[in-house]
């Protein structure tokens, strides 16, 4: 998260306005101190509430949503909680499923240890992806 250093910074006079498209940086989003992240794309500016409207976590749980739903412009793979139906692997929770294990569990080692001995059900909408997990190698 924010440095000690920048935090107080920050607190003393002045905030932060990060100005990116790269969603990573809403982990750093903290109204208390006055960072904010503003998305040229998007043309918005991001604080605590729209991040969560935006991704359905707080920042604080950015990292740990990213680290179990994955993400395609890091080329990071979504965790895929285990087996599935048949010993077959999982095609991904998703965002959907990221979210429910963080507000069950509260961070992605407690969620990932969890599913590894209860692993949760494929529910993908995608029925290629339900398709290659059953087709696949466990």
Not at 4 to 30: G, H, K, N
Not at 96 to 118: H, I
Request: charged share 25%; aromatic share 8%; with cysteine.
């Amino acid at each position: 998260a924010v440095s000690p250093r920048l935090r107080y910074w920050l607190t003393s006079e002045f905030a932060l306005r990060i100005w990116s498209c790269d969603m990573d940086l809403f982990q750093l989003v903290d109204d208390m101190i006055g960072v904010e992240v503003l998305s040229p794309h998007a043309g918005q500016l991001y604080r605590v509430d729209d991040v969560i409207k935006k991704i359905g976590v707080p920042p604080s749980k950015v990292a740990h949503f990213k680290a179990l739903a994955g993400d395609k412009s890091d080329t990071f793979h979504p965790f895929r909680g285990g087996m599935g139906e048949h010993g077959r692997r999982n095609p991904g929770i998703g965002p959907e499923g990221a979210m429910k294990l963080l507000a069950t569990y509260g961070d992605a080692r407690t969620a990932v240890s969890a599913c590894l001995k209860d692993p949760p059900p494929i529910t993908t909408t995608d029925p290629r992806a339900t398709q290659r997990a059953r087709h696949s190698h466990p």
